[in-house]
């Protein structure tokens, strides 16, 4: 692949020195000749095409006529390498600088990729404007390499996003949790308050009639109330029968 792109470039270079030598002031057309090259950055000498990243070419434009033109805009192009279909354009970029006749300039120009690794070929042209006729010169036109970008766990951009989503991801699961899964209700444990109420003692121990059963109470209060009635007829017979005794002993 980077031998590919190398003689790419090395190529381009090539022509851009015989046209800039031996081309002539206006064509046959009548077209004026406006001589463009496109190299990659000294960074990046391979033409690798970074996938998902502003990739960077710059443009040597030299008009070699005897007209003043206008830069109109710069494109481009990916095709497949062998069968040379179109595969997508790149954007357009509008300049409208004007150039005057025997000036020359550098123009930079940036694209992007979203393409599967591997060699594409590349076309980046410049259109220009002379006596209002709009006439395209071919910059660049080999085959480079798409690639994908280096990762690395120090990229802070991708940090930030990974944790983004993860919070919102996290979010949205404990609101569907707390919305759709039940919630177990929570028991509520009786507060156990010191008995105060009458102690009633039997024997060596004692009760406390606050721990026993109201009818329980009942029962045991009608059982007291009967005894006492009957001790009372008891004592009533008694009274009764002494003071009839003592009756018969006065007589």
């Known amino acids: 692949m980077r031998l590919l792109s190398f003689f790419g470039l090395f190529l381009g270079s090539v022509a851009f020195v015989q046209n800039v030598v031996a081309s002539p002031v206006e064509s046959a057309t009548g077209e004026p ?18 996938n998902g990243e502003r990739n960077k070419i710059f443009l040597a434009i030299e ?7 206008t830069l109109k805009s710069i494109a481009g192009s990916f095709h497949h390498p062998e069968s040379n279909k179109l595969i997508k354009n790149t954007t357009s970029l509008n300049y409208g600088v004007p150039l005057l006749e025997g000036a020359s300039m550098q123009l930079p120009y940036a694209f992007h990729s979203e393409f599967k690794p591997g060699d594409y070929r590349l076309n980046i042209w410049l259109e220009h404007v002379a006596d209002g006729e709009t006439y395209r010169v071919t910059a660049y036109d080999s085959i480079i390499s798409v690639v994908e970008p280096e990762g690395s766990w120090f ?12 919070g919102l991801l996290g979010g949205l699961a404990f609101y569907l949790y707390t919305t759709f899964v039940p919630q177990p209700k929570k028991r509520k444990t009786p507060q156990v308050s010191a ?19 109201e009818h329980h109470l009942k029962k ?32």
């Open 33 to 50: 000749v406006v001589l463009a090259v496109a190299v990659f950055p000294e960074e990046n000498a391979f033409g690798h095409v970074v």
């Open 63 to 69: 008009n070699k006529s005897d007209k003043n033109v």
């Open 155 to 166: 990229d802070f951009q991708l940090l930030t996003t990974y944790l983004v989503v993860s």
């Open 195 to 213: 008995p105060v109420g009458t102690v009633t003692a039997t024997g060596a121990g004692g009760y406390q009639e606050e721990w026993i059963p």
């Open 220 to 251: 045991s209060k009608k059982t007291k109330a009967s005894g006492a009635a009957t001790s009372g007829d008891e004592t009533s017979g008694v009274e009764s029968g002494t003071e009839g005794r003592r009756r018969k002993a006065k007589k």
